[in-house]
């Protein structure tokens, strides 16, 4: 899902003073405005050290240590790189500020995290691993709406088991994260063969309902790097007034009254949608699907010569 690739150095080694030359690059930008809130992303896993060396996130803590007005940071990390050792340490470094790990589980569907993620944990894999890091650090959870090979009704389905399944392990925060078209994705080149469609909003509306407004989930509001080709849509009538109404009011108000009461005529469309059924095999779906994009590249590669 992610185009994180034109974002590389393609392959060229950074050096750890590199890193903190970004972060102070960036952080330059906010200067004379508080900044209670910080989150460190990387589009990755900012607890690795092969992506972000020790020597590299220690300038960066020493950066946030000399500004008082950060409360709390975020840092986004897969569960293996959370040890309690590397936890701790950053803990002493960033002092009295809270500390959180962002964690994408995306589906708590085995067949899905295999085939259709390839995450490389199982869903029982992932539950241990966070209820480990969660006796030493608060965390917040991501759940994917629509990933590759998947109907509509699939996966509305998919989010919601896997919201549930989220809630048992008790995140502090669980936000759903809509999948949007990137370039040198997956998503990208099904789509361009006609193989996946960007989930509507209506879906998102569905999730939210289906799971309840006690779930607080939030919506992430599709700001993702690189910035997407295209993010999930309605008819032109209704949009931007319903993304307007999910990521400026529902998600400061976990209000759903008011999401329910939207509608528009291409909410039929969307329902019919739902009804479409695969009964293929997952595996077989992958298989099919990837079969279609090498036949593809290999016609564009012949016509190019």
């Known amino acids: 899902m992610c185009g994180h690739y034109p974002g590389t150095t393609q392959g ?17 930008r906010y200067r004379g405005r508080p900044i209670p809130l910080l989150c460190l992303y990387n589009s990755g896993s900012v607890l690795n050290e092969e992506e972000i060396p020790d020597e590299a996130l220690s300038g960066i ?9 950060i409360q709390k940071v975020v840092f986004e990390s897969r569960p293996e790189y959370c040890t309690e050792q590397k ?12 500390m959180e790990v962002a964690m994408g589980l995306e ?29 030493y650090v608060p965390f917040r959870l991501y759940v994917l709406l629509k990933g590759p090979f998947l109907t509509e009704a699939e996966a509305v389905d998919d989010a919601v088991d896997s919201i549930r399944f989220a809630q ?14 990137q370039k040198h994705t997956l998503l990208h080149e099904l789509a361009q063969a ?21 779930s607080r989930v939030y919506v992430s509001p ?39 009461r939207d509608d528009c005529g291409c909410r039929g469309r969307w329902q019919a949608e739902m009804t479409r059924q695969d009964s293929r095999p997952m595996a077989e779906r992958v298989a099919q699907g990837l079969e279609v994009l090498l036949r593809d590249s290999t016609l564009t590669t012949e016509e190019r010569s």
């Open 12 to 28: 060229v080694s950074l050096l750890p003073r590199d890193f903190v030359r970004q972060f102070k690059r960036e952080m330059a």
């Open 194 to 214: 006609g193989l996946y469609k960007l989930p509507w909003l209506w879906s998102i509306y569905e999730v939210l309902r289906r799971v309840g407004e006690k």
């Open 222 to 260: 599709f700001n993702h790097m690189p910035r997407p080709l295209r993010i999930p849509e309605n008819c032109p009538a209704c949009t931007e007034r319903l993304r307007h109404q999910l990521i400026h009011h529902y998600d400061r108000t976990f209000d759903l009254a008011s999401l329910q």
């Open 87 to 98: 936890v701790r340490g950053i803990e002493e470094r960033l002092g009295s500020r809270e």
């Open 61 to 69: 803590l020493n950066e946030i240590s000399r500004r008082d007005d």
């Open 168 to 181: 048992t392990l008790s995140p502090r925060e669980i936000h759903l994260e809509p999948a949007t078209l």
């Open 107 to 135: 589906s708590s569907n085995d067949t899905l995290l295999a085939l259709t993620l390839n995450k490389g944990f199982t869903a029982d894999e992932f539950r241990r691993r966070v209820q480990e890091i969660g006796r």
